[in-house]
């Protein structure tokens, strides 16, 4: 039987709906306008997209959007002058530095230079920390979404056994610490994991983070498992000379011939992404006023 493919298009307009309910309830009962603001050093194309895909989710559930636009040659003191300005900016509430910067900014001095509260990536160091030893935190963006998904799909996650395959600061490990704090039973597998595919074969749920195109095959896959593909890769059209298509570290294919549910590439965990941006700003925001924190929105 083919696996349920788990749409992220729909499930993330479903968060964008709860936070914008959410962003008219604190306008109404309390005049409060979460504010989002979202800092673009230098020219990438990449990162001018997604900037202004976050300006345009931001607007749409009728949150606060500044966007602060810097020149490739930003020294690293302005920058951090501009941030500074934002952390003690009571109209944000949370503060987003699009990566990657320009080579001479040091990538770590600015993250962690975004006061923790404010931090809606989820990456400084105390957030950090405090979601790996499971306390409130700010969790990054891609492994919520995904954790939303799972827990949509299961339930309770409790007693399940996960493989994570990746090792990465941006989802690889703060994936596997939200499963550890769902009571799964959790593997953290990489490039030196031996036998990796045998591991794979163990999991109720495999969440794919490794960045090689279709490396993850069905027979990786135990039967009904569920598949969470975080990779988009590039790569040349089979069928259409000089075109390009999206794939995921997982082979959708023989993957779903084996898998219990399993999410695409394209329209998967991506658009998952910037909803739980937004949820993290409101999430912020309702810390921020000693307000009860939006259900189902949080890890």
Request: aromatic share 2%.
């Amino acid at each position: 039987m083919a696996a349920k493919v788990i749409d992220g298009k729909e499930f993330a307009a479903s968060v964008r709906a709860q936070v914008a309910e959410q962003v008219s309830k604190l306008k109404d009962e309390h005049n409060i306008i979460p504010g989002l603001a979202v800092v673009l050093v230098g020219e990438d194309a990449a990162s001018q997209v997604y900037v202004r895909n976050k300006h345009a989710s931001t607007i749409e559930v009728g949150m606060n959007s500044y966007e602060h636009r810097l020149s490739a040659d930003t020294t690293e003191s302005d920058l951090l002058k501009l941030i500074n300005d934002l952390n003690n900016d009571p109209k944000v509430n949370g503060i987003l530095c699009q990566l990657p910067l320009p080579k001479h900014l040091d990538e770590e001095l600015v993250i962690n230079s975004i006061i923790p509260e404010k931090d809606v990536d989820g990456f400084h160091i105390s957030n950090v920390g405090m979601l790996s030893t499971g306390q409130k935190s700010m969790v990054p963006c891609t492994p919520l979404g995904c954790l939303m998904m799972l827990r949509d799909h299961h339930g309770s996650l409790s007693g399940l056994n996960a493989v994570v395959v990746g090792r990465s600061n941006i989802v690889g490990k703060p994936m596997a610490n939200l499963l550890l704090r769902d009571s799964c039973t959790v593997t953290i597998a990489h490039s030196r994991t031996k036998n990796i595919e045998a591991v794979c074969r163990t999991a109720d749920i495999v969440i794919a983070a490794v960045g090689r195109p279709e490396m993850i095959t069905g027979d990786w896959i135990a039967d009904g498992a569920t598949v969470i593909d975080v990779g988009i890769n590039r790569i040349p059209h089979p069928d259409k000379e000089g075109k390009f298509k999206l794939v995921g570290d997982v082979d959708f294919a023989s993957a779903s011939a084996k898998a219990g549910a399993i999410t695409p590439v394209p329209g998967g965990v991506g658009p998952m992404t910037i909803a739980c941006l937004l949820a993290n700003t409101l999430t912020a925001c309702c810390r921020s006023n000693n307000l009860a924190e939006p259900e189902g929105l949080t890890a």
